[in-house]
């Protein structure tokens, strides 16, 4: 089997020295074919597929890697897709990309294609917020749009999503057609190029302003921000496209001491001050608590290199920053929201608002206190979309997200937007202090008392290459063939199957439907509450567990006892499920 391969992969990256690629790519094959077979079997074992962000991949020479002819490929594949789909209409697109190393020569690349098979192309005249895009195709009435990005892995990678015309990420049946227009793609003379460009126009910061507007619409507490507006504020763009738009939306919502982060200002896609430029973590957010820090700042704040994710940093009593995590993020801007549209007076009773499977069960209990619906939906800010778009003009959204630090209010973007959830918890931080005379972390200590206390914990299994995917693949399945019977002792008596989509009641045997979109997830339910989800990323090469795990909190001063109980019995059990 292993020699089939071999012979597969030598055939491939011989056809690329045979075909009409350029004379650096044909160097870089040769090199692998005749000093590194292993990166050789990585470049060509398969091709870049979508996944739940499109494509993502390392970059470098060959077929499961990013690089200009897979890059053209996708997008020829979309183009031809898209003729398809709008026939006789006049198709525009939207094109966008991060601060990462060759996104500005790969979006100029995408907009060449599109605009070479005749579709008018807004291209961004420098990097970008992901949300950007997302909003540019619903204001300029673009059919599609293609963001390049890989949001917030590490320097050795690059992406690229795929929105539709409601401005979110291509779902079924749309990622498996173009899926198939792009493994029609057999010779990259069928790519397109060169021609029409008199069809590219640039957005520059006119159009940021449009989008900076629909954003300040947001502002739920102006009064509470012109009392406050020398809120001490630090931000981090980690080096990405975050560092114009975030603190020039701040300042539009009225905030006047804004500190970005000198070292980490400086857009490189190198990274050089982080060893990973993902906000979830607390080394990645070190240099901006230090100066937090220094400054007594009220609040620290963070994007990732696409500016769709927060990170958020709250100063306690002791004077210490505590990291968020993306669940404590979600509920403290929810519960905000939700706070205030009671207070306005406008809760009809016709509005919702989203969150993950995997997502914190308090957003739940906080929507139900408001009296508001909560749907639930899988993994990927793509599904948040999808409900957005099925119940646009019958019900309201207010705002909705996912635990990987992912938060959208309002829906004229339909992407995660760390731009505007830096503003609205910054907003949230002004408004707490004016009402209650709160610091945001210990609004989110009385949200604990009030709600009961959820903690969340997160596993992240990496299997790099072919056999890490074969193996994470397996995992699945021997879980599905013998779940645990009990978790920390506590027996399991419900498992929601997301690839069958049944749920099982364990003690009776009786299933019932799951109505979502069928994945590849597994959720384990225990009498005594706590909750396990196992699901493998469609974006990495891991396999996420997730755990929740609740207690009441009677009183603020139970929170630090309280937590450490918490968080030993998500130690628990991972040790349980042998994860550590």
């Known amino acids: 089997m292993e020699n089939e391969l071999e012979l597969q992969v030598r055939a491939k990256a011989q056809a690329w020295l045979d075909g009409p690629y350029d004379e650096e790519t044909k160097r870089q094959v040769r090199y692998l074919m005749e000093h590194d077979p292993k990166e050789l079997t990585e470049s060509f074992y398969k091709d870049l597929e979508f996944g739940t962000g499109g494509l993502r991949g390392i970059m470098g020479v060959g077929s499961n890697r990013m690089n200009i002819y897979t890059v053209g490929a996708a997008t020829?594949?979309?183009?031809?897709?898209?003729?398809?789909?709008?026939?006789?209409?006049?198709?525009?697109?939207?094109?966008?990309?991060?601060?990462?190393?060759?996104?500005?020569?790969?979006?100029?690349?995408?907009?060449?294609?599109?605009?070479?098979?005749?579709?008018?192309?807004?291209?961004?005249?420098?990097?970008?917020?992901?949300?950007?895009?997302?909003?540019?195709?619903?204001?300029?009435?673009?059919?599609?749009?293609?963001?390049?990005?890989?949001?917030?892995?590490?320097?050795?990678?690059?992406?690229?999503?795929?929105?539709?015309?409601?401005?979110?990420?291509?779902?079924?049946?749309?990622?498996?057609?173009?899926?198939?227009?792009?493994?029609?793609?057999?010779?990259?003379?069928?790519?397109?190029?060169?021609?029409?460009?008199?069809?590219?126009?640039m957005l520059g910061e006119e159009f940021d302003e449009r989008y900076l507007n629909k954003i300040h619409e947001l502002s739920l507490s102006p009064e509470c921000v012109q009392r406050h507006h020398d809120l001490k504020i630090v931000y981090t763009p980690l080096h990405g496209a975050g560092v114009r738009l975030v603190p020039a939306s701040l300042r539009k919502f009225g905030f006047t001491n804004i500190t970005v982060v000198p070292e980490q200002a400086v857009i490189d896609g190198n990274f050089p001050t982080v060893e990973s430029p993902n906000p979830e973590e607390r080394k990645t957010m070190s240099m901006a608590i230090e100066l937090g820090k220094k400054q007594q700042a009220d609040l620290v704040l963070a994007t990732d290199p696409d500016s769709d994710r927060i990170g958020v940093a709250l100063r306690t009593g002791t004077g210490e920053y505590v990291l968020l995590n993306g669940n404590q993020t979600l509920v403290l801007l929810m519960s905000y929201?939700?706070?205030?549209?009671?207070?306005?007076?406008?809760?009809?009773?016709?509005?919702?608002?989203?969150?993950?499977?995997?997502?914190?069960?308090?957003?739940?209990?906080?929507?139900?206190?408001?009296?508001?619906?909560?749907?639930?939906?899988?993994?990927?800010?793509?599904?948040?979309?999808?409900?957005?778009?099925?119940?646009?003009?019958?019900?309201?959204?207010?705002?909705?997200?996912?635990?990987?630090?992912?938060?959208?209010?309002?829906?004229?973007?339909?992407?995660?937007?760390?731009?505007?959830?830096?503003?609205?918890?910054?907003?949230?931080?002004?408004?707490?202090?004016?009402?209650?005379?709160?610091?945001?972390?210990e609004w989110l200590q009385h949200l604990y008392v009030q709600y009961g206390f959820y903690r969340e914990g997160l596993v992240?299994?990496?299997?790099?290459?072919?056999?890490?995917?074969?193996?994470?693949?397996?995992?699945?399945?021997?879980?599905?063939?013998?779940?645990?019977?009990?978790?920390?002792?506590?027996?399991?008596?419900?498992?929601?199957?997301?690839?069958?989509?049944?749920?099982?009641?364990?003690?009776?045997?009786?299933?019932?439907?799951?109505?979502?979109?069928?994945?590849?997830?597994?959720?384990?339910?225990?009498?005594?509450?706590?909750?396990?989800?196992?699901?493998?990323?469609?974006?990495?090469?891991?396999?996420?567990?997730?755990?929740?795990?609740?207690?009441p909190l009677h009183e603020v001063s139970d929170y630090d006892r309280v937590l450490a109980e918490l968080d030993a019995r998500i130690e628990g059990i991972k040790k349980d499920l042998k994860l550590e």
């Open 337 to 441: 929201q939700l706070t205030r549209w009671a207070e306005l007076g406008r809760l009809t009773g016709k509005e919702y608002v989203v969150k993950t499977i995997v997502t914190s069960l308090m957003a739940n209990a906080v929507a139900d206190h408001y009296g508001v619906k909560c749907y639930e939906c899988l993994t990927g800010f793509k599904y948040i979309a999808k409900i957005i778009r099925n119940l646009e003009g019958r019900m309201k959204y207010i705002g909705g997200g996912e635990e990987s630090f992912g938060y959208l209010a309002g829906d004229y973007v339909r992407d995660k937007d760390g731009v505007s959830a830096c503003s609205l918890a910054a907003e949230a931080a002004a408004w707490a202090l004016d009402t209650m005379g709160m610091t945001l972390f």
């Open 76 to 201: 020829q594949g979309l183009a031809n897709y898209l003729r398809r789909c709008f026939a006789g209409e006049e198709i525009r697109v939207a094109v966008g990309h991060d601060s990462r190393n060759n996104s500005r020569m790969f979006a100029e690349h995408v907009a060449d294609i599109f605009a070479s098979n005749g579709f008018t192309v807004y291209l961004f005249d420098a990097l970008r917020p992901t949300p950007e895009l997302s909003f540019a195709i619903r204001e300029l009435k673009c059919q599609s749009g293609v963001v390049v990005t890989a949001s917030h892995n590490p320097k050795e990678y690059n992406g690229y999503k795929a929105y539709w015309a409601d401005g979110a990420q291509v779902t079924p049946p749309h990622d498996r057609n173009i899926i198939d227009e792009v493994e029609k793609i057999t010779d990259i003379r069928m790519i397109r190029t060169g021609a029409h460009h008199e069809k590219i126009q």
């Open 460 to 551: 992240s299994v990496v299997r790099k290459g072919k056999e890490g995917a074969e193996q994470i693949q397996q995992m699945m399945v021997d879980f599905r063939a013998t779940p645990p019977q009990t978790i920390l002792g506590s027996p399991v008596v419900k498992i929601n199957d997301f690839k069958s989509l049944e749920s099982l009641d364990v003690r009776t045997g009786v299933r019932t439907p799951l109505e979502q979109d069928a994945s590849n997830v597994l959720q384990w339910f225990t009498e005594d509450g706590t909750i396990v989800s196992v699901r493998p990323s469609g974006t990495e090469p891991k396999i996420k567990f997730y755990f929740g795990v609740k207690a």
